[in-house]
């Protein structure tokens, strides 16, 4: 009979409310993908070690950290060259980085849930069952074979890149290999990266428990980048939150948060992009995010400018726009944008509510940047020429006038799709790792 309650309960609560658009179904274990807890476990470590960059200094923790949501605090992350955690984060004045990561570092909640086939800002990694390891990347068909899917693939970018986890051309082992174009097959640095792990009783054990067929055949990288995907889509499964608890019919939501739902799936238009029940079309829109540091382009480009999926479809109608992202823990991932421009969530709502306006608007003070010699973080703002494509680019969607009462409102049901259990962490961060080198806490 509670059964039964709970379903006639959560059948009226999606019912239409007054003021709001049709509210997506609850999120059911069948919208996540299985995870083998073995494989977890064994990401876990990996995930906090860094014996996977080139100078064995950096972990996919130092830049996708549960103390900062699964992100790093940062506008945009120091990666190799770089000392300390999150907004404490600075560059080595014996190392110093060549750049700063030229994106936001994204969060990484309910990546393990099936509608998830596109990541990155850019979303130039998605699955496509055309091709021969079932997913579409800008490198190699040959890159792609050995992964479990999208989530595990993506560890193939931040390991190459010598701003992120490789290291400066030239200074070790990996990133010799990589600055070589030698990636894959024997000698390539996915082998040098593998050999590390290889090397330590613990991992092979904890492999050979995992993933049998690794004790004859020994340890890949994909079989590294397929335990690290199955550690975040468990760690960081997200579906616990009040509005969860409200969809499924478990409790009711506060007043400022209900009102601000109404909004969000009514007449603030939030739920055209922000759709689903992840709150996310995976579509990409412009939205007039102004572009500060130094953007994303091929290494040989000096300009600043980032352009977006542009740069992964060739269409001139996808100038400027970025993936749509959840909004699952949204209050807690901050700074904003696919460059995170905006420290303040008010600010960026704010934005979005005028995207062609924002340009001309922004307040430099939102950027989170470390000090970085240098650095030339405003160059597209003090572009007119620039700001105004970006703008251009924006004008297509339509501005949205709400009181400040309403964006209170709309702050209230954000703050509403936090998730204190997944917040709190489930297997968490580890007391140490096999390498022996240290855990960022």
């Not at 990666?79 to 936001?104: F, K, T």
């Not at 109404?262 to 007449?267: A, C, D, I, S, V």
């Not at 509510?353 to 003090?382: C, F, I, K, M, S």
């Amino acid at each position: 009979m509670k059964r039964l309650a709970a379903i006639l309960a959560a059948l009226l609560v999606l019912a239409p409310i007054a003021g709001a658009g049709e509210l997506p179904a609850p999120v059911t274990d069948a919208d996540y993908l299985s995870v083998n807890m073995d494989e977890a476990r064994l990401g876990q470590l990996l995930f906090y070690d860094p014996i996977l960059s080139g100078n064995r200094n950096i972990s996919c923790a130092t830049c996708h950290h549960p103390r900062f949501a699964t992100s790093d605090g940062l506008s945009l992350g120091i990666g190799e060259g770089g000392i300390g955690l999150g907004p404490a984060r600075r560059p080595d004045p014996a190392n110093l980085p060549e750049q700063r990561i030229p994106r936001n570092s994204t969060a990484l909640f309910n990546l393990g849930a099936r509608e998830f086939t596109r990541l990155f800002h850019d979303g130039r990694i998605e699955a496509d069952a055309a091709r021969p390891g079932g997913i579409r990347t800008p490198l190699d068909e040959d890159m792609t074979l050995g992964f479990s899917g999208v989530l595990a693939a993506q560890t193939m970018f931040p390991v190459l890149s010598q701003d992120e986890m490789a290291g400066h051309y030239g200074e070790n082992d990996v990133s010799k290999l990589v600055r070589q174009g030698r990636i894959t097959g024997p000698g390539g640095a996915w082998e040098r990266i593998a050999g590390r792990v290889a090397a330590i009783p613990a991992y092979r054990e904890m492999f050979a428990a995992a993933m049998p067929e690794t004790a004859a055949r020994g340890i890949a990288f994909t079989d590294i980048a397929n335990a690290i995907a199955a550690f975040i889509a468990f760690e960081w499964r997200s579906d616990d939150s009040p509005f969860d608890a409200f969809l499924r019919g478990e409790g009711e939501l506060a007043p400022a948060a209900r009102r601000g739902m109404e909004l969000f799936y009514g007449e603030a238009g939030c739920a055209r992009c922000h759709s689903g029940k992840f709150q996310t079309d995976h579509e990409f829109h412009a939205m007039g995010v102004p572009q500060i540091g130094p953007g994303k382009a091929a290494r040989f480009e000096t300009h600043a400018r980032d352009e977006g999926r542009l740069r992964v479809t060739g269409r001139p109608e996808d100038a400027y726009a970025f993936r749509t992202p959840s909004l699952r823990n949204a209050t807690r991932t901050g700074p904003y944008g696919h460059d995170g421009a905006y420290r303040d969530l008010r600010a960026f709502l704010k934005a979005h509510l005028d995207p062609a306006n924002a340009p001309a608007r922004y307040d430099r003070a939102q950027a989170v940047l470390p000090e970085l010699p240098g650095a030339q973080d405003w160059r597209a703002l003090d572009d007119p020429a620039e700001l105004a494509r970006i703008s251009a680019a924006a004008s297509r969607q339509p501005a949205v006038r709400l009181s400040p009462a309403a964006v209170d409102d709309l702050l209230a049901f954000l703050a509403a799709l936090e998730d204190p259990v997944v917040l709190g962490g489930r297997l968490g961060i580890p007391a140490g790792v096999p390498s022996g080198l240290p855990v960022e806490r």
